[in-house]
């Protein structure tokens, strides 16, 4: 019988949708002695998950819950066959990205601080910050007060299931959809990333949501960042190595562009850092992917995987097949 270990955080009723013929092993990240499992289902978050490690034996598959599985070789070695859960996030991850867009476009992190000050007229420091970042000091009237998304270009650098998830959210708002991936293909037009500084310039809004390689590390610094649009809008909800860290900041402070990021570079972003404080930034601390339906999706794509693995099925999500 395969034994298969996973997190004690999760809840047991989470794994009903697994396959007879395992036992289900609980796993406390405190653990402190040896348990000898055929199968293991790391904890999300990785600093308690390689707590868990040097503690195991036997481990022959992985199957992590979460997409990005980076730290994971280096760690687990190359005997182990590893998992990634491709596709659990795709749902959570493009909402979160269309909601940044929406939120920056609309001037929502400062519509918050008008309510909380509960003054009205502070309204029109949105026409101010707009001619800022637009670089258009030309009086309009009635003031602008906010942004529209309908009929803007943007630019998809990383074209998986979740690029391809938040282009069908985009749909709607008449968009014009660029879209970057490792390798140029056709239907539809994808452009490869050798490509990506003739396309910066085109786009009013630039989506990071590629891996974490050493080819994506600091893909955009202050080269990219000069190329693109005066106030153009930079989401990064990929990982925050890919964004070079004071390049951005530099950047926002100089009002060149704006951005919005659920992950940076280094993270946890430290008490004090300079990002917390630039202007023309919508921050999140890596929330993303955190929804209530996140454990039962990841959960149930390891289930189907773990079925595939018991039958001698090829499996889906292998990023790493154990070695010989």
């Known amino acids: 019988m395969l034994r298969v270990g996973y997190?004690?955080?999760?809840?047991?009723?989470?794994?009903?949708?697994?396959p007879e013929g395992i036992e289900l092993i609980s796993l406390s990240d405190k653990l402190d002695h040896e348990v000898e499992i055929d199968v293991w289902i790391p904890d999300p978050y990785s600093g308690r998950a390689q707590r868990v490690w040097p503690h195991l034996?036997?481990?022959?598959?992985?199957?992590?819950?979460?997409?990005?599985?980076?730290?994971?070789?280096?760690?687990?070695?190359?005997?182990v066959t590893i998992c990634n859960a491709r596709g659990a996030h795709n749902v959570s991850t493009a909402e979160w990205t269309l909601t940044a867009i929406l939120a920056s476009l609309k001037y929502l992190p400062l519509y918050m601080d008008i309510q909380r000050e509960g003054k009205w007229t502070r309204r029109f420091e949105a026409s101010t910050q707009y001619a800022a970042i637009s670089g258009d000091p030309r009086a309009v009237y009635p003031p602008v007060m906010q942004e529209e998304l309908t009929g803007k270009t943007v630019?998809?650098?990383?074209?998986?299931?979740?690029?391809?998830?938040?282009?069908?959210?985009?749909?709607?708002?008449?968009?014009?959809?660029?879209?970057v991936a490792r390798r140029a293909r056709t239907e539809p037009e994808v452009h490869a990333v050798s490509e990506l500084h003739g396309l910066l310039p085109q786009a009013d809004v630039v989506v990071l949501i590629l891996p974490a390689t050493p080819e994506s590390q600091g893909l955009i610094g202050a080269e990219e960042i000069a190329l693109m649009r005066q106030g153009a809008l930079l989401v990064n909800a990929a990982r925050g190595p890919v964004v070079h860290t004071d390049a951005l900041v530099e950047a926002l402070q100089a009002g060149r562009i704006?951005?919005?990021?659920?992950?940076?570079?280094?993270?946890?972003?430290?008490?004090?850092?300079?990002?917390?404080?630039?202007?023309?930034?919508?921050?999140?601390p890596h929330i993303g992917g955190s929804t209530p339906q996140f454990a039962p999706r990841a959960?149930?794509?390891?289930?189907?995987?773990?079925?595939?693995?018991?039958?001698?099925e090829p499996l889906r999500n292998a990023v790493q097949l154990a070695a010989e």
């Open 7 to 18: 997190p004690a955080t999760l809840s047991a009723e989470l794994l009903r949708d697994f």
């Open 155 to 179: 630019l998809l650098v990383g074209y998986g299931a979740i690029g391809q998830e938040i282009e069908r959210m985009l749909a709607p708002f008449d968009v014009d959809v660029l879209r």
């Open 299 to 312: 959960l149930h794509i390891a289930a189907s995987e773990l079925r595939r693995y018991m039958k001698g």
């Open 57 to 79: 034996r036997g481990v022959k598959l992985v199957l992590a819950l979460m997409a990005g599985t980076e730290w994971m070789p280096a760690v687990l070695g190359p005997q």
């Open 258 to 284: 704006r951005a919005a990021l659920d992950v940076t570079d280094p993270e946890p972003l430290p008490e004090g850092h300079p990002l917390w404080s630039c202007p023309n930034l919508f921050l999140t």
